[in-house]
């Protein structure tokens, strides 16, 4: 028998995930990472300031960006896959295991619409004022947070709340009968949220077990030791049970 | 021999596209199903009025939406596909060819960049800029266009377009080596603004170049019919020698 080292698995990759961890899109792509077993080393972007070396990597300078180098002795191409619309797709066709594009034509679908909702929503109608205010203007060093914008912020979180409740009230999971995407970019969103204490989960009991049982899984564990310097998280952010 | 009707192919669906004519997210799902052969009726939405019935259909009140309802005599399930995300991605399922999403990993991690690319940023740094002053205050009757605000979608647009241009300096398609859904998006959203005269050709000649190539083609005819009432579409738009 030869003393050769083990070779590593066909397909083995180095990944780099380039994110910021209070970025919704960013905790995403980790939680799908982790769902699906695939290590990755952090690279922490400031995507506040001026960084050219990223904007090289995806010149829309959104986050999050995810490389992946073949292991030494490995076989394969370089990746390079930018935003969490090729993320997804990508990792599903790479990991397919656990598949978190549920099976059934309408319920994928459903699953997807979820997915955009985020995008092309929550971003701009909560995010957008409601974050801005109580983050970002602190990481970009922006001022005192306008109060108009952070309560017409919490109105729209409101509303959007209340329409999860309803889809939970009848569904097991977001988009239907299996766990998706869509429950990831939904516990993503609203654990930044939570962190800031934006959400009052007692009004929404179905979102509240929901959210619980998200927060459970090995995949969200790094998210909860996450820090932002000098906001300390919510009392029950990091709690199991709350 | 019996004389019973030709049964339908399986899987034959019968569909219906709600959209809005000028609804650039509409106008690229338009191109994928003629780029596919794929047949549908037309439901146009005024997506800028109270719909209940489409909220039903579709709760973020985003266009477009594709049903498919399978034909007399045909097995299968209906769809309902809500907005871009979903919809390119079932598409390719269930109609593969042509293919849109490149086979390369790269490549089509690239496609699907560059189709978010619309969503997340050319549609807040242009289009509500742009074409809400020029199309949309006329559809709400908001008043006069405010001239700073076009002058600002003007700006962006400038930047997007180099951007494109110089992609298509060193590619034959937006995003490499194929013909991708990325060259759909970015032909669907520049044909809106074209309409409206906003795209000065002459100053990107590799964007030049490939606008003709895609307005060649014929799934892009009906987009040319299109007219927008009160608004004549500008002089070249419908010429594809221009």
């Known amino acids: 028998m030869s003393a050769s080292p083990a070779a590593p698995a066909p397909g083995a990759y180095v990944r780099q995930l380039y994110h910021f961890a209070f970025d919704p899109h960013s905790r995403l792509v980790r939680l799908a990472l982790g769902e699906k077993k695939l290590s ?3 690279n922490p972007v400031r995507y506040w300031e001026p960084d050219d070396a990223f ?8 986050l999050p960006v995810l490389t992946e180098t ?3 002795g490995s076989q ?3 990746h390079r896959i930018c935003e969490n619309r090729a993320l997804l797709e990508h990792l599903e066709e790479v990991a397919p295991t656990p598949n978190l594009w549920p099976r059934d034509i309408n319920e994928r679908a459903e699953a997807r619409r979820l997915v955009g909702w985020f995008e092309r929503k929550f971003d701009y109608e909560v995010n957008a ?6 983050m970002e203007k602190r990481l970009i060093g922006g001022g005192a947070p306008d109060i108009g914008a952070m309560r017409a912020g919490r109105e729209a979180l409101k509303d959007h709340l209340r329409y999860f409740e309803s889809l939970l009230a009848t569904r097991d999971w977001l988009a239907g009968q299996s766990l998706s995407y869509a429950d990831f970019a939904c516990a993503a969103q609203l654990s930044v949220l ?8 007692t009004r929404y009991p179905h979102l509240k077990t929901w959210y619980m049982v998200m927060k459970s ?6 998210l909860l030791a996450d820090k ?3 906001v300390p998280a919510s009392r029950h952010y990091a709690e199991l049970d709350f």
């Open 70 to 72: 073949p292991e030494a």
């Open 129 to 134: 004022l409601l974050l801005h205010e109580k």
């Open 55 to 62: 904007l090289r990597l995806n010149p829309s300078g959104l």
């Open 194 to 201: 939570d962190y800031f204490d934006e959400v009052n989960w």
């Open 217 to 222: 899984r090995p995949c969200f564990r790094p």
């Open 76 to 78: 394969g191409q370089n």
């Open 228 to 230: 932002l310097p000098g």
């Open 40 to 42: 990755f080393e952090d």
